[in-house]
């Protein structure tokens, strides 16, 4: 089993930053390819960032530039560094993590940008 737990969020005025993390239960974490998703009622949950277990990185266009994700395989932990926020980017922020063919989510973490 596959415990996520993030933490980070805040609220937060535009122009602004958060460094969100996500916590992993399990000892093979390393081996796994670790996404960021967002969610706004009404709306499905969108594709923020990847890191592979070789740590490439792929980001929404939306994100590009100013959002970077990073992995500590030591920690069990992926992060999410978000700078330049924008109002657009307030919605709740999701750590998934998908192993053997079963999908893991996190609690979610909010995230409310100012204009």
């Known amino acids: 089993q596959v415990q996520l737990v993030e933490s980070g969020g805040g609220l937060v005025q535009a122009g602004g930053s958060l460094r969100l993390s996500c916590a992993a239960s399990g000892s093979i974490f390393s081996i796994y390819a670790m996404s960021w998703y967002r969610q706004t009622p009404g709306n499905e949950r969108e594709l923020v960032a990847t890191i592979t277990s070789g740590s490439s990185t792929y980001y929404a266009d939306s994100v590009k530039g100013r959002f970077t994700i990073s992995r500590d395989n030591t920690k069990n932990a992926v992060y999410l560094q978000m700078n330049r926020l924008k109002p657009e980017d307030t919605a709740v922020y999701y750590c998934?993590?998908?192993?053997?063919?079963?999908?893991?989510w996190g609690q979610g973490t909010q995230v409310t940008v100012s204009s």
């Open positions: 998934y993590l998908k192993r053997l063919g079963t999908d893991y």
